[in-house]
């Protein structure tokens, strides 16, 4: 059975100015689970409800040169597991270009316990020009990330057999725990490897 088992979910986006892929990863707990299927099946079950809820609340505020390719999911627990769901839609914000690829909204993921084994972030993708004034980034948007990733946190199955609980797994401590709550950085962080260099 896959209840108590956690998962690795890697969402996949492209832009002809990344290098590569840029990545952000979530993890889920198996809470329910009433009708049992296969561990691969499990896993392309969450792929797809993650890309789903994305492609509903995300896609929007990202810019349209931007691709959302996939979601990746495996089975933490027995790594031997995996499925994935491809989307490869563009984002559909066309008003203004997005900001440099380097450039990342933070999302903080908040488990009510202290320390780091307790709590994560998510890396964004960089986000369009009108939603940022001076690296600043508006209120509305912190406000769009926090409800996209709330409703990331309880996932259901068509059939409502399956419910994924989106946690925070601690590798060191071979555990997770449930996050309650989500807090957007007002400020980008910087990840300098999705930036292309051109010379």
């Known amino acids: 059975m896959a209840i108590a088992?956690?998962?690795?979910?890697?969402?996949?986006?492209?832009?002809?100015?990344?290098?590569?892929?840029?990545?952000?990863?979530?993890?889920?707990?198996?809470?329910?689970?009433?009708?049992?299927?296969?561990?691969?099946a499990i896993c392309a079950e969450l792929?797809?409800?993650?890309?789903?809820?994305?492609?509903?609340d995300y896609l929007p505020l990202i810019n349209d040169e931007v691709v959302f390719v996939d979601v990746q999911v495996?089975?933490?627990?027995?790594?031997?597991?995996?499925?994935?769901?491809?989307?490869?839609?563009?984002?559909t914000e066309t008003t203004t270009e997005a900001v440099a690829m380097r450039s990342a909204p933070v999302v903080k993921k908040l488990s009510g316990l202290r320390g780091r084994s307790y709590?994560?972030?998510?890396?964004?993708?960089?986000?369009?020009?009108?939603?940022?004034?001076?690296?600043?980034?508006?209120?509305?948007?912190r406000s769009l990330l926090v409800a996209m990733m709330d409703n990331l946190k309880t996932l259901v199955d068509s059939g409502a057999d399956r419910t994924y609980v989106l946690s925070v797994f601690s590798d060191k401590l071979g555990t997770g725990v449930a996050v309650q709550s989500h807090v957007a950085n007002?400020?980008?962080?910087?990840?300098?490897?999705?930036?292309?260099?051109?010379v």
């Not at 956690?6 to 889920?28: E, I, K």
């Not at 792929?47 to 509903?56: C, G, K, N, P, Y």
């Not at 007002?186 to 051109?198: E, I, P, S, Y």
């Open 5 to 40: 088992d956690y998962y690795r979910a890697t969402a996949r986006f492209s832009n002809a100015f990344a290098a590569g892929y840029m990545v952000t990863t979530l993890d889920y707990y198996m809470f329910q689970e009433d009708a049992i299927i296969s561990e691969n």
């Open 47 to 56: 792929a797809e409800l993650i890309a789903d809820s994305l492609e509903t």
């Open 74 to 91: 495996f089975n933490i627990t027995k790594p031997q597991y995996s499925g994935s769901h491809t989307v490869n839609l563009a984002g």
């Open 119 to 141: 709590n994560g972030r998510n890396y964004w993708i960089a986000p369009p020009e009108l939603y940022q004034n001076q690296g600043v980034i508006t209120t509305t948007y």
């Open 186 to 198: 007002a400020t980008m962080g910087t990840l300098r490897g999705r930036q292309k260099v051109f």
